[in-house]
């Protein structure tokens, strides 16, 4: 935690050489692989979570830290191969996301969907689910069917801002812009330092032609975050149709 990771692996050296419980020592083995990778020493830290894997199978981590490691040096079917034997184990959000972004990085879009439905079967009850789902079909722009999913996320909580903003986006798509309003009002009231809303509710205000009320929004927007570049460019074709070429 502050960064001697060095000392960190002593002590984490240290502490396999006495007798640990299976679980204890499962843990002490992934710090010490997070504490290698973390120094670069990818190697290493690929030894030590294989033996970990050879002392415990059914430790997640391993899995998902190994995927994280080939994931980083582009492998990504090695990687998707260790994230599903740790969602075998322990089946979490967190592991449905990066299984469907890898699916995307090899171009398998119909094994993502298949993911993601998984994801919703498997947590039914969990926002994450509901909302990857969603997010899959408003890529693939049948945006009705992303609305149902971002709904169903919403009902489950609604203190959580991105299936408001998204769902925001989905209405915008099929111009039913008072619902877009709507979503997006109701992200500000939840955050009102959300950058990525008023960037979407610029871009919807810009769309129904209110042009200095969607400047003002995409110039909050930067305010909030500097490197929005999504801002920009929005921002930047408002200017373009306005004839202010040089701003």
């Known amino acids: 935690q502050d960064g001697e990771i060095q000392q960190a692996i002593v002590c984490y050296e240290k502490a396999l050489t006495y007798s640990l419980s299976i679980e204890h020592q499962s843990r002490v083995r992934n710090n010490l692989g997070v504490a290698y990778k973390r120094l670069g020493f990818f190697q290493k830290a690929i030894e030590h979570y294989t033996k970990g894997i050879q002392e415990n199978a059914t430790y997640s981590a391993f899995y998902s ?40 990085l090899l171009k398998e879009p119909k094994r993502a969907f298949e993911y993601a439905q998984l994801a919703v079967k498997t947590l039914p009850n969990a926002y994450e689910s509901h909302l990857l ?7 693939w722009k049948q945006y009705a069917k992303a609305v149902e999913c971002y709904q169903r ?4 909580d609604s203190t959580k801002t991105q299936a408001f903003n998204n769902i925001g986006v989905a209405y915008k798509e099929l111009e039913q812009f008072d619902l877009a309003r709507n979503a997006y009002e109701m992200v500000l009231k939840l955050n009102p330092d959300d950058s990525a809303v008023y960037n979407n509710y610029g871009n919807l205000l810009r769309h129904c032609k209110e042009t200095q009320k969607a400047i003002a929004y995409l110039e909050h927007s930067i305010k909030l975050n ?3 570049a999504d801002a920009y460019s929005n921002l930047g074709a408002i200017y373009k149709e306005d004839y202010r070429y040089q701003e």
Not at 133 to 139: A, I, R, T
């Open 226 to 228: 500097p490197m929005y």
């Open 153 to 156: 996320a919403i009902a489950l």
């Open 65 to 104: 830290n190994l995927a994280s490691i080939y994931q980083v040096h582009h492998e990504y079917k090695t990687a998707l191969g260790y994230l599903v034997q740790a969602l075998n184990i322990d089946a979490t959000a967190t592991l449905f996301m990066r299984i469907i972004e890898l699916c995307k």
């Open 133 to 139: 789902l969603g997010n899959l079909f408003s890529e």
